[in-house]
């Protein structure tokens, strides 16, 4: 499987990092298909045409809006028509954490609900195809690791539908500070948008090593050119690399730490039928852990103590389903730093033929593989064997891993 690298040349944005795409190889019915399954077919045009930037080729991508009237579009529209968009779960999860990044950095800079944030630029069809068809891209190519140098900015203005606006604009800021993105200095650069919003949302949400690879080799790379014009050339390259890492490199980055919101709250007017559904609920829109236990309350009233450990960047969101599906009048909150080993999901070749498991990378570079419970489950009930019979068959009989997902 290959590994993907992204160079911005200088920055990046998301009509080039298609076209580039593009231009590595990935069909245009890839591109488009995810556009046909959400009902967008109608309202755009792309072409991939021929360019040159200070005499480089490359590909440009070029998306023209067709429906009679732009259509002003809501994060919470957008939310809707991806999830209920007939997508697969991996592409439909990408796309939905690239929108709902922007949309979460658009609701600080203006001090609203990301619920409530309008997308202009965001929202207009050649930024949903820029990022739908950059997500389908990368889904498609499917590497076991993507990489990115540090991206330029740039300075000066740009005109928005907001009005004019200082580079970079303030989303693009809040979404470096959310993501701990590193980028290059560009204090001697000439004036212009080197990074869009756009290109810094797909970097922040599509990469996992932010750093070029100590040693590589170049197996294919394709090259999107952009729309303005500076004195040096304006593109974005992307490479197909075999990377050659040993494992005292994963032991800089594994275990990370990342911040993640505790929520919890003490209800003694639920039942417990309804605190379950809760729970579930929490568990469904993507909690990364709850835990409930009884307690004895005030008037000794029997309640529940329910805690929640959350995506920092979705605290806003779980903190409206605490008011909206549960009893409880107030919320405990707090953010709090955990070290995580990398892991990742896949499907693994044994004598019950393909199971899915998941392997977890030690700091050593050892990786550990274990069946997911719900399989070994299954496998327990159909074989009539034990769950320790069942673990060790799968161990012994373990062969080739098909990743569904990057180190994460």
Same mark, same amino acid.
């Given at each position: 499987?290959?590994?993907?690298?992204?160079?911005?040349?200088?920055?990046?944005?998301?009509?080039?990092?298609?076209?580039?795409?593009?231009?590595?190889?990935?069909?245009?019915?890839?591109?488009?298909?995810?556009?046909?399954?959400?009902?967008?077919?109608?309202?755009?045009?792309?072409?991939?045409?021929?360019?040159?930037?200070? $005499?480089?080729?490359?590909?440009? =991508?070029?998306?023209? +809006?067709?429906?009679?009237? *732009?259509?002003?579009?809501?994060?919470? @529209? #957008?939310?809707?028509?991806?999830?209920?968009?007939?997508?697969?779960?991996?592409?439909?999860?990408?796309?939905?954490?690239?929108?709902?990044?922007?949309?979460?950095?658009?609701?600080?800079?203006?001090?609203?609900?990301?619920?409530?944030?309008?997308?202009?630029?965001?929202?207009?069809?050649?930024?949903?195809?820029?990022?739908?068809?950059?997500?389908?891209?990368?889904?498609?190519?499917?590497?076991?690791?993507?990489?990115?140098?540090?991206?330029?900015?740039?300075?000066?203005?740009?005109?928005?539908?907001?009005?004019?606006?200082?580079?970079?604009?303030?989303?693009?800021?809040?979404?470096?500070?959310?993501?701990?993105?590193?980028?290059?200095?560009?204090?001697?650069?000439?004036?212009?948008?080197? $990074?869009?919003?756009?290109?810094? =949302?797909?970097?922040? +949400?599509?990469?996992?090593? *932010?750093?070029?690879?100590?040693?590589? @080799? #170049?197996?294919?790379?394709?090259?999107?050119?952009?729309?303005?014009?500076?004195?040096?050339?304006?593109?974005?390259?992307?490479?197909?690399?075999?990377?050659?890492?040993?494992?005292?490199?994963?032991?800089?980055?594994?275990?990370?730490?990342?911040?993640?919101?505790?929520?919890?709250?003490?209800?003694?007017?639920?039942?417990?039928?309804?605190?379950?559904?809760?729970?579930?609920?929490?568990?469904?829109?993507?909690?990364?852990?709850?835990?409930?236990?009884?307690?004895?309350?005030?008037?000794?009233?029997?309640?529940?103590?329910?805690?929640?450990?959350?995506?920092?960047?979705?605290?806003?969101?779980?903190?409206?389903?605490?008011?909206?599906?549960?009893?409880?009048?107030?919320?405990?909150?707090?953010?709090?730093?955990?070290?995580?080993?990398?892991?990742?999901?896949?499907?693994?070749?044994?004598?019950?033929?393909?199971?899915?498991?998941?392997?977890?990378?030690?700091?050593?570079?050892?990786?550990?593989?274990?069946?997911?419970?719900?399989?070994?489950?299954?496998?327990?009930?159909?074989?009539?064997?034990?769950?320790?019979?069942?673990?060790?068959?799968?161990?012994?009989?373990?062969?080739?891993?098909?990743?569904?997902?990057?180190?994460?």
């Amino acid at each position: 499987m290959d590994e993907v690298l992204i160079e911005c040349s200088p920055g990046i944005s998301g009509d080039m990092l298609l076209g580039a795409f593009y231009d590595l190889g990935v069909p245009k019915k890839v591109i488009e298909q995810p556009l046909i399954d959400l009902g967008l077919k109608d309202l755009y045009q792309i072409e991939f045409t021929e360019a040159k930037s200070c $005499s480089i080729r490359g590909i440009k =991508a070029k998306v023209e +809006n067709i429906a009679c009237s *732009p259509i002003k579009r809501t994060w919470r @529209s #957008i939310k809707d028509l991806i999830l209920n968009g007939h997508l697969e779960d991996k592409l439909k999860k990408i796309i939905y954490e690239v929108f709902e990044s922007l949309a979460i950095a658009e609701g600080k800079v203006h001090g609203i609900e990301s619920e409530d944030v309008h997308f202009h630029e965001i929202g207009a069809i050649d930024s949903l195809v820029d990022i739908i068809g950059v997500c389908a891209s990368l889904n498609y190519l499917n590497p076991r690791r993507v990489y990115c140098n540090e991206p330029t900015l740039g300075k000066g203005f740009v005109q928005t539908e907001h009005g004019k606006l200082s580079v970079p604009p303030p989303a693009v800021i809040e979404l470096i500070r959310q993501k701990n993105i590193k980028v290059l200095s560009n204090r001697d650069s000439i004036e212009g948008e080197f $990074s869009t919003p756009t290109g810094i =949302a797909l970097l922040a +949400n599509l990469v996992n090593y *932010p750093e070029l690879p100590s040693k590589y @080799s #170049i197996n294919s790379y394709g090259v999107g050119i952009g729309n303005l014009k500076f004195p040096f050339p304006n593109l974005v390259r992307v490479y197909k690399i075999t990377s050659f890492e040993d494992s005292s490199n994963y032991e800089q980055i594994n275990p990370k730490c990342e911040e993640i919101s505790i929520q919890e709250a003490w209800i003694d007017d639920q039942t417990p039928e309804d605190i379950s559904n809760f729970v579930e609920k929490l568990r469904i829109e993507g909690a990364y852990d709850v835990s409930f236990q009884s307690i004895y309350m005030k008037k000794n009233r029997i309640g529940f103590s329910i805690q929640a450990i959350l995506p920092i960047e979705k605290k806003e969101f779980f903190r409206r389903l605490w008011f909206d599906y549960s009893n409880t009048i107030g919320v405990r909150e707090r953010t709090q730093s955990r070290w995580i080993l990398l892991r990742r999901r896949g499907e693994c070749s044994t004598t019950f033929g393909n199971i899915k498991v998941k392997q977890t990378l030690k700091p050593d570079g050892t990786i550990i593989m274990k069946p997911e419970n719900d399989e070994v489950l299954r496998l327990k009930l159909k074989h009539k064997i034990s769950t320790y019979e069942i673990r060790k068959i799968i161990k012994e009989s373990s062969k080739e891993f098909k990743a569904f997902e990057n180190w994460k």
